[in-house]
């Protein structure tokens, strides 16, 4: 069935896929914000506040949030991007109404207890150690923070220990007034439910929400080229290796998707079997693409040992060079396309991927993109607009090092 989308009067949108043969719904509140709209002071405050949202209502404690959706065999999570937020739960068919209820209470009536504020503040720290202390984790955080110094972007959405102390009710309420309105929330349904029921319980719950959002627009990003190594007490060199990439709006955007897969997508890639299958030097090694509305970035990252690192280095360099050189060979495009094809094709499989990829897609494009268009977009890539590309993101001029290891003095 074709996906249904209602917008109420105060700006909110609803999105409903209705799949009748599963017993199961996937539903996510979405709030278009995350770390690129914090001021410099709030660092970290949306992801605060997704915790915060956890910790009881005026309605349920925080212990009754949780029952609500396990104690009915479901799931429940959060994440906060750089530029949204995603309150999701994974539940039977039948508790989906009960599932928009708990979701849409702990978006617009949570309590925001200052004991709950304190004690919460150091488990966020405590995240932010751990993160510091796995340089696998930290290096990319590291490496954004480095390619784009002055942009929203290059900010980490965790924060630093010291803005997450710094944090009150009053900020937290303040942001939430600011960026929690009907403009910027989703609410996304997939499964074997009733579209007309689903708008109907959001109205209720929702329909009160202030109106006002909409998106903010950024510069594009320039990434600053340069290298960072940061000596630790660690027994393996953590890299990341890459420059500014695309955007979601750009028409080089399903290219990259490819040159993404050529270079470092899969145990197919290039870079799997020339660093790690056949030579040995690696355990973890690929690539990634970090898209957004603005721009993004293209990165190789891996783990060697340091005795390896400069060949590492050597030869994730000759592979980028190469594709700038020669482009593709017609295999492993043909390859690879056929790859983001299958893996799109199962991925919906799931109804959390389809709530997901829905509300991405409006988020992003402003309507439904279905797979069709997607997959016709993919096999449209020619060889010459990958190698193209990749003469502007490989560009060695552009580049940019990061990697934390057993760096000795002078190193």
């Given at each position: ?20 043969h ?18 410099a002071?709030?660092a970290?405050?949306?992801?605060f ?15 009754e ?8 065999g479901?799931?429940?999570n ?5 530029e ?8 039977l ?16 009536g ?9 004690r919460?503040?150091?488990v ?12 696998g984790?930290?290096v ?17 959405v ?7 102390a710094s ?16 403009g ?27 109106t ?15 290298e960072?190594?940061i000596?630790?007490d ?8 890459g ?16 040159l993404?897969?050529?270079?470092g997508?899969?145990m ?17 090694v ?7 509305s ?6 190789v990252?891996?783990?060697t ?33 056929q ?18 990829r ?54």
């Amino acid at each position: 069935m074709p996906i249904c989308k209602e917008t109420l009067s105060n700006g909110v949108r609803v999105l409903v896929e209705p799949v009748g043969h599963v017993g199961s719904a996937s539903i996510g509140l979405w709030c278009q914000t995350g770390s690129t709209h914090e001021t410099a002071s709030e660092a970290g405050i949306t992801h605060f506040i997704e915790h915060m949202l956890f910790k009881g209502t005026e309605r349920r404690t925080a212990m009754e949030i949780a029952e609500a959706i396990e104690g009915r065999g479901g799931m429940l999570n959060a994440f906060t991007d750089k530029e949204q937020t995603c309150y999701y739960c994974r539940v039977l068919a039948a508790d989906a109404v009960e599932a928009i209820d708990v979701l849409c209470d702990m978006v617009t009536g949570s309590k925001l207890d200052s004991e709950e504020l304190e004690r919460e503040k150091k488990v966020v720290i405590e995240e932010i150690k751990r993160s510091e202390d796995e340089p696998g984790d930290h290096v990319h955080d590291l490496h954004m923070q480095g390619l784009f110094p002055s942009h929203p972007l290059g900010k980490p959405v965790i924060g630093t220990k010291e803005s997450v102390a710094s944090f009150g009710r009053d900020n937290l309420s303040e942001y939430i007034g600011r960026r929690y309105l009907g403009g910027n929330v989703i609410l996304s349904a997939a499964g074997n439910v009733d579209p007309d029921v689903i708008v109907q319980e959001t109205e209720r719950r929702l329909g009160a929400l202030r109106t006002g959002g909409g998106r903010v627009s950024f510069e594009r990003p320039q990434g600053a080229a340069g290298e960072n190594q940061i000596g630790d007490d660690v027994e393996q060199v953590h890299f990341c290796i890459g420059g500014t990439g695309v955007s979601f709006h750009d028409e080089d955007l399903h290219a990259a998707v490819v040159l993404d897969g050529i270079l470092g997508g899969g145990m197919s890639s290039r870079l799997f079997q020339e660093v790690r299958e056949k030579r040995g030097l690696a355990y973890a090694v690929g690539s990634y693409l970090s898209t957004y509305s603005p721009g993004g970035a293209f990165t190789v990252y891996g783990g060697t040992s340091l005795e390896t690192w400069p060949t590492v280095r050597e030869v994730v360099a000759g592979e980028m060079q190469d594709l700038v050189a020669n482009g593709p060979r017609e295999d492993e495009l043909k390859r690879v396309k056929q790859n983001i094809a299958g893996v799109l094709a199962l991925s919906l499989e799931g109804m959390s991927p389809r709530m997901m990829r829905m509300a991405r897609n409006e988020i992003n494009f402003g309507r439904d993109v279905p797979l069709e268009e997607t997959l016709e977009k993919i096999q449209a890539v020619t060889g010459d607009a990958v190698h193209e590309l990749a003469g502007r993101v490989f560009d060695p001029g552009g580049l940019r090092t990061t990697a934390i290891g057993p760096f000795g003095p002078g190193a």
